[in-house]
């Protein structure tokens, strides 16, 4: 999640972030494909109104996490 969020430039002033990081995570671990309304449902107020950014980098996560092959270690 982290990684999708550097990638969208989405950090302004950095005040929401962290919480908006930790809502998304959580939300991906209830469902694994959100929909937009479940995506609105989870953004906490941003003042530097990076929201359109926010809902591409939890796309974006959880597309990759979908596909993502679990390691199997021995
Ligand atoms: S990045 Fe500034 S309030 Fe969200």
Known sequence: MQQAWLERDLAQCGFCQPGQIMAAVALLKRTARPTDADIDGIES????????????????????????TPKITP
């Open 45 to 68: 107020v941003c003042r530097c109104g990076t929201y359109s950014r926010i809902r591409e980098a939890i796309e974006k996560a959880a597309a990759e996490i979908s596909t993502a």
